[in-house]
């Protein structure tokens, strides 16, 4: 079984890094709570399916980008 939440998490913090943001800047733009990205990029908190797009329209990518293995 594929452990999605690290996935997520390793993908969301690449698009952020590749895109220049912070972590504060991405939580900001997402309108989620700064501690809940680094617990989403660490593979330790599990988003909801309505974060998962807010984070992906911050970052500017399609959905499917932050669960691609």
């Known amino acids: 079984m594929r452990d999605w939440p690290v996935i997520l998490g390793k993908n ?5 890094k590749q895109k ?6 991405l939580a900001f733009e997402a ?4 501690t809940y990205v680094g617990g989403i990029e660490r593979g330790k ?4 399916l309505l974060v998962m797009v807010r984070i992906a329209d911050a970052l500017s990518v399609p959905l499917i980008k932050l669960l691609n293995e």
């Open 12 to 16: 969301v913090r690449r698009l952020r």
């Open 20 to 25: 220049g943001l912070t972590q504060e800047e």
């Open 31 to 34: 309108e989620i709570d700064l």
């Open 45 to 48: 908190r599990n988003p909801s």
